[in-house]
């Protein structure tokens, strides 16, 4: 075989060779395509689910609205049945009287009661970020946490009384505590909301000691009186 042919058989092998390798490259992208994709769609799936299960701790609320938070969550974090501290800063002689802490003992996170819809979310975040809000925040009632989740407002009883968390009636609580020798519960005078009782970060009034001083000898460990309660939220607020 001549020189001359051998060479135009080397080019002609070279020549398809590199068309193969040329025509390979495309193919061999576009089945890295998918895998890259997949691999975006698994981490952005992963870093959605983390944020979410974050979303859902106290440790997200003042990690965004940093000073107005920071007191709700340390009332949050504290240990059940022993001394401690309400969102004021005022002592509180058995934290139980804080549904804050026996929420969390239950397993019970912030969003178990403060279900904000969309608009609110919005609104809480703008006003945390022009600082128009007032501090102390505004204390709200079971009839305003059951409207900020997006509910009827009617009473504040299905916020509180309900399948997953207290599944009961008014007839139940007050069978219920019927032991105690004064019962918290008996409705003499029309129906009383859940939350003029019970607090969540500070300590729970015994809303009955308004009028009946003999109930203040079945307070539950922590309780104050109606007029505590009342001087509290009266230092708060000119403390503020």
């Not at 007032?134 to 509180?160: I, M, R, W």
């Not at 009636?169 to 032991?179: F, K, N, W």
Request: negative net charge.
């Amino acid at each position: 075989m001549s020189e001359e042919k051998k060479e135009q058989e080397t080019t002609t092998e070279q020549t398809t060779t590199e068309e193969q390798q040329a025509a390979a490259e495309p193919a061999a992208k576009k089945k890295k395509w998918p895998i890259i994709v997949g691999v975006i769609v698994i981490v952005v799936a992963v870093a959605g689910i983390g944020f979410w299960n974050w979303h859902n701790q106290p440790t997200f609320c003042n990690a965004f609205c940093h000073e107005s938070m920071n007191a709700y969550v340390e009332t949050y974090e504290q240990d059940a049945n022993t001394q401690g501290t309400d969102k004021w800063g005022n002592a509180v002689s058995n934290t139980n009287a804080m549904l804050a802490v026996t929420h969390k003992e239950a397993g019970v996170n912030c969003l178990g009661c403060h279900v904000p819809t969309i608009t609110q979310q919005l609104t809480e975040v703008s006003e945390t970020i022009t600082g128009d809000y007032y501090y102390p925040l505004e204390e709200v009632g079971t009839k305003a946490l059951q409207a900020n989740s997006g509910h009827d407002d009617s009473s504040g009883d299905q916020f509180c009384l309900k399948s997953g968390c207290h599944d009961m009636t008014r007839e139940d609580l007050t069978q219920a505590t019927s032991g105690m020798s004064f019962n918290p519960h008996r409705w003499q005078h029309g129906e009383t909301e859940c939350s003029e009782c019970h607090k969540s970060h500070r300590a729970s009034v015994f809303y009955c000691t308004q009028c009946h001083s003999e109930a203040a000898a079945a307070m539950p460990d922590g309780w104050v009186n109606y007029s505590e309660g009342q001087q509290l939220e009266k230092n708060s607020v000119n403390a503020s």
